[in-house]
Each structure stands twice: as C-alpha cells, then as structure tokens.
C-alpha cells in the first residue's frame, strides 16, 4: 500500500508559468487537503476536499485552485506562479474532516524565480 | 484571530524526559493532534485528544486540558532518533486544523 504520492518531488519554476502539483492516496479517504509549509510559519491550509466532486478554501487559497473529480486524485494548480508561492506543499488525506488522523504525503518542494 | 504557540527548539538528553508545551487560542475546538516531523519528510501522526486529561502510547503521552487551552507532549526514554520537529495542531469549529510553528527537539548523547 504506497498511501500518498505526490509529483513532483521538486521543481523550480518561473514566474508566470503554470504548475499542477499532483496527488493520488490509495486508502479511500474521502477528505484530502493541501497545505503549504515555510520556514518559521506552522503548515497553511490552501484548500480542502471533503468527498470527491467538493472542494473549499483553507487559510491561504489565493492564487492557487484545485478539483476532485474523483476520491484518489486531487491536484493543486498554481494558474500563474509568482516568488512567494516558493515552499514545500504537502498533500494529506483522512477519513473524513472529522477524523483523528491526517495522512501525509511525501511532500514537493516548489521553487519560484 | 486564532494562535497556537509552543518553544522553538529544545535539548534534552538521550534517555532523559522532555515536556513540549502547547497553547492555544481558537474558534472553536474539536481536538488537538501532535505530529512528528523529521528534516525533510512529511509529519507522522503521533497523538490525538479531545477529552482532558493524558492519553499514553509507549514512550509518548498527551496532556490536554480545554479550560486552560494547553496540552503537553511528555516524551520518555528519550533516543537519538527522536530528534525532530513536534507539531501541535487544533482542530477549529469549521474542522480545519490549525497549527503551530513546530518545536525543533535537539537530542545529545
């Protein structure tokens, strides 16, 4: 059982360009969430899926949008990439929103120049 | 607008007793998890609580208390390889969890 992948592992970017950041998690969770993680700063959520076809915003969603057309995948799109997007965002998944454990993924770290 | 703190970094000694200390202010509150998180990988769940009081699990226990918005992780017998960041995280009234920066644990032989 892999649990949560995520791709890619790292990437550097350039501003402006589009990024997909991807997800998949074999443990038929319904709830997924993606959060970012930078130095000093506790992990952000940017959005959150509650069951497939669902989505909602988290703390920090701006600039970024994702889908869930099904449970295993749900993909983080940065539309245009900008410097401060740079960081290290983790995909994570559980039950349901009001389970007692988060599952995470490996991580991507993102670079934006 | 919600807050959770808890030390930067500690020391202790390996097979020594540390206590990370976790407080919090937030809307709402459906639980308190602990994770673990080595340097560069991705956190790993250790504890939740919900109700007050210690909740044990090995060489790990969790302390929450609602009234007094704290909780501690109390860390036994400490080893090398416990060396790593503890997050403490809150679960709001909206089921989103919030957390805190992290406490980078130093462990010395």
């Known amino acids: 059982i892999a649990g949560i992948t995520q791709a890619p592992t790292s990437q550097i970017l350039a501003a402006g360009r589009r990024m997909t950041l991807r997800c998949t998690q074999d443990m038929r969770h319904n709830a997924m969430y993606w959060y970012r993680q930078d130095l000093g700063l506790g992990l952000r959520l940017i959005h959150y899926s509650n069951t497939a076809g669902t989505t909602g915003k988290g703390e920090v969603p701006d600039g970024y949008s994702v889908s869930r057309a099904n449970t295993d995948d749900f993909p983080l799109t940065l539309a245009s990439a900008v410097p401060s997007q740079t960081s290290v965002y983790f995909c994570a998944s559980s039950e349901g929103l009001a389970a007692d454990t988060q599952y995470f993924g490996p991580g991507t770290r993102l670079t934006v120049l | 607008g919600q807050n959770i703190d808890q030390p930067t970094e500690m020391t202790a000694t390996e097979g020594a007793i540390v206590q990370i200390n976790c407080t919090y202010q937030?809307?709402?509150?459906?639980?308190l998890f602990w994770y673990q998180q080595h340097a560069g990988e991705a956190p790993t769940f250790l504890s939740y609580?919900?109700l007050d009081g210690l909740e044990e699990k090995g060489r790990f226990s969790s302390f929450l208390s609602r009234s007094k918005g704290y909780s501690y992780l109390l860390l036994k017998e400490l080893q090398m390889k416990d060396s790593a960041s503890y997050l403490c995280?809150?679960?709001?009234?909206?089921?989103?969890?919030?957390w805190g920066a992290g406490t980078k644990l130093i462990i010395k032989p």
């Open positions: 995280a809150v679960r709001d009234s909206n089921y989103q969890l919030i």
């Open positions: 609580n919900v």
């Open positions: 937030t809307s709402g509150f459906n639980g």
